[in-house]
């Protein structure tokens, strides 16, 4: 599906030296490179702040916590998306909602947010899945009529644009995974959260490092989540080209929809506005399992993101959702693949998988 040995050969030797510079300093959890990182993030993004963090994870909860939010709250979200969204959330002591998605964009359906919104509801988590916006100005429009909080999930959606403004910068906080497959990924766990708000990012700042400000004085109850000195530095040398990386990501993604357009699959959407990053390439079908088998048998790999909605998994019994609940998450789930997606891919590997999705049906 990604091929890290690439990427990495590309850009091996001011990898390996970075690494090298680090050792050596022997400083290896928040120091400079974490914190010229953060500057880099947040110039790139045109915030005021940016706090790195162990993972996407925790990016998530510590937003969510930074927002105000706990026991007792309802956050609106997906249940076509990753658990860690709704983990995060129920982390917090607070309870998931889910709602359905748009069959084209396979993000949260505006048009169904407002009947779900409660007493209870504190804030909107969006997810841009595959690297695609949810429509962001909609959520804006209700979060603003019912003083919602907005917390964005983009650990697919790394310099992904809608409207001319990156997803993560538009709403209240917004949430990043470098897990090494991602668009920017580092060669371990680590996750960053974004925001304009002083006091939430210092809320952050010290949930991230043992609820402390100044060494050994704890003010609150914090967590170990700290974004490693490592990490950052080989994060550092791939922001540089993250537009080129995503650049080429959409190239790809153009040459497969230009294969596949004369074969019997659905093709990714990208509406007028919106600048998809492809982190993931996503068609739909009623032969999932043949082309499966044709793509195992050919020896390229595929996978299916997500075979089971959240509010299908055993972890979510709780929350009293069934089947039929969410019948366009549901109908999804059942005819994904997601197909072979990074920016070395050549054409001729694309080509290849076509070929073989054709054979297959």
Do not use: W
Not at 24 to 52: L, Q, R
């Amino acid at each position: 599906m990604v091929d890290l040995k690439a990427q990495y050969h590309a850009i091996e030797d001011e990898i390996d030296a970075k690494i090298k510079e680090i050792i050596h300093s022997s400083h290896f959890i928040i120091g400079n490179n974490v914190t010229e990182f953060e500057k880099e993030i947040a110039a790139y993004y045109s915030v005021v702040h940016a706090v790195g963090v162990a993972s996407g994870t925790d990016a998530l909860h510590l937003a969510i916590l930074g927002c105000g939010i706990g026991k007792g709250d309802e956050v609106i979200t997906t249940p076509f998306t990753f658990i860690a969204t709704a983990e995060a959330i129920t982390y917090t002591g607070a309870r998931p909602v889910f709602v359905d998605i748009d069959e084209k964009t396979f993000n949260i359906d505006v048009k169904k947010i407002r009947k779900a919104i409660t007493k209870r509801t504190k804030a909107i988590l969006p997810v841009h899945l595959f690297g695609l916006s949810a429509d962001m100005e909609k959520i804006k429009e209700l979060a603003a009529e019912y003083k919602l909080k907005i917390i964005e999930d983009c650990a697919q959606s790394f310099g992904a644009e809608y409207k001319g403004k990156k997803t993560g910068a538009i709403g209240d906080a917004g949430c990043f995974s470098f897990f090494p497959s991602k668009n920017l990924g580092c060669y371990g766990d680590g996750g960053m959260v974004i925001a304009n708000d002083d006091n939430m990012a210092e809320k952050i700042r010290m949930l991230r490092n043992h609820g402390q400000k100044v060494r050994y004085y704890h003010s609150i109850i914090g967590y170990n989540s700290r974004l490693d000195e490592i990490q950052a530095g080989i994060l550092r040398i791939k922001l540089k080209r993250i537009d080129e990386y995503n650049k080429k990501r959409r190239e790809n993604a153009s040459l497969y929809t230009e294969k596949l357009k004369e074969i019997n699959v659905i093709t990714p959407s990208e509406p007028d506005g919106y600048y998809h990053v492809f982190h993931q390439y996503s068609i739909r079908t009623s032969k999932r399992d043949s082309i499966l088998n044709g793509l195992t048998e050919a020896g390229i790999a595929s996978a299916i993101y997500y075979p089971v909605p959240l509010h299908l998994q055993e972890s979510y019994k709780d929350l009293g959702y069934k089947k039929g609940d969410f019948p366009v998450s549901e109908a999804i789930a059942s005819d994904i693949i997601s197909l072979p997606m990074y920016p070395e891919l050549t054409a001729e590997q694309i080509d290849e998988v076509c070929k073989t999705i054709k054979e297959s049906l």
